[in-house]
């Protein structure tokens, strides 16, 4: 039996009859932001200003009535962006050499 993620799962409030986010959300509408066009920044980087050509508006709210006990609930996205530091740092100071074949 394939693993189950909970954390991925969208649970009906009513009922409790699960889906899975993209039974819910049109993806387009919830990774698809429109590309951006123009960018101003200051000098140490933050975005001043942003322009986007034409494209799908970044939607996270979506309204669904339940294909079990069909009553309507709404669901928010919350997308969180997780940053951290390359911590590997590559020595190219030593050469090595590996066999094709034992």
Do not use: W
Not at 33 to 47: A, N
Not at 59 to 84: G, P
């Amino acid at each position: 039996m394939p693993k189950k993620y909970k954390s991925q799962t969208i649970a009906c409030p009513y009922c409790g009859y699960e889906y899975l986010p993209g039974e819910i959300f049109i993806p387009v509408y919830l990774i698809g932001q429109p590309v951006p066009k123009t960018i101003l920044r200051d000098g140490i980087g933050t975005i001043l200003y942003s322009e986007y050509q034409k494209g799908k508006e970044l939607d996270l709210e979506e309204k669904y009535i339940c294909d079990h006990c069909e009553n309507t609930f709404v669901v928010e996205a919350q997308i969180n962006y997780k940053v951290s530091k390359e911590t590997v740092e590559l020595d190219y100071t030593n050469q090595y050499s590996s066999l094709l074949e034992d």
